[in-house]
């Protein structure tokens, strides 16, 4: 079993490092919806007061038929360092073989996922990885766009028996880097009572959301509600703890 394994491994590489496969737009065989990869991150949140700091992107995909192969490498601008990839919770965290190859030099990343013992990657939508970053600087924004990792892969999905190597629909991800004071959701970089007026506006009277939405999360739970109002009446009347960096959830 295990010997059947490496031979269907050597065969999904050779068809990404070599790309002997077809190649189509879309699977030419699913008359359906498009296949997709994308971004689940919106934007880079970046609180002042905590020092540069850890950013992540997460990468989403969407496949209307069964997948044997994904192939992704992306070209990364910005002020950013790369750090790792993480496919732990992701549609592909059960596959013994998911890659990821960042080239220093050319700031290039090649990130991979390959059914070969385990069952294809079914039809369905959601995660495939993180991408972990360190934040150099606040002058953004930061990109992610498709390229072309040597010595041949290009972004593809890959299906079908004979393999069918095909082209989701992608759009390149430009995420700005947003500057926040915690606990600041009027947006005068200050906290004060103002905040707390302007929060209770908007969880209990639909009023606005603060301009930068995380900054309205000053206990730092990804959620904005009456727990963000305590936080800040025990800090601005009270000298409790400073408001904490905002998360989306």
Not at 74 to 97: E, N
Request: glycine share 10%; with cysteine.
């Amino acid at each position: 079993m295990r010997s059947k394994g490496l031979i269907k491994l050597s065969s999904c590489l050779a068809l990404l490092l070599l790309a002997t496969a077809v190649w189509a737009d879309q699977d030419p065989n699913d008359p359906g919806l498009a296949d997709t990869l994308g971004f689940s991150t919106p934007a880079i949140y970046y609180p002042l007061g905590y020092g540069l700091t850890g950013v992540v992107i997460g990468i989403r995909f969407f496949n209307d038929n069964q997948v044997s192969a994904i192939v992704c490498p992306f070209l990364m601008g910005g002020p950013v360092t790369y750090d790792s990839v993480s496919f732990s919770g992701s549609r592909v965290d059960y596959l013994q073989y998911t890659t990821s190859n960042y080239n220093f030099l050319q700031s290039k990343l090649l990130i991979g996922a390959v059914p070969v013992e385990e069952a294809l990657i079914p039809p369905g939508s959601g995660s495939l990885c993180n991408i972990y970053f360190t934040l150099n600087d606040t002058v953004g924004p930061i990109t992610l766009d498709t390229t072309f990792f040597e010595p041949s892969n290009h972004l593809s999905f890959v299906t079908g028996e004979p393999p069918v190597d095909y082209v989701p629909r992608f759009t390149a991800g430009v995420f700005p880097i947003l500057v926040y004071l915690p606990g600041d959701a009027t947006g005068d970089r200050k906290v004060d009572l103002a905040d707390l007026i302007f929060l209770v506006n908007y969880v209990f009277k639909g009023g606005p959301a603060p301009l930068i939405v995380v900054a309205g999360d000053a206990n730092g739970d990804c959620k904005t509600d009456l727990g963000d109002i305590i936080f800040l009446v025990n800090y601005v009347f009270k000298g409790g703890t400073t408001p904490l960096p905002g998360c989306v959830p």
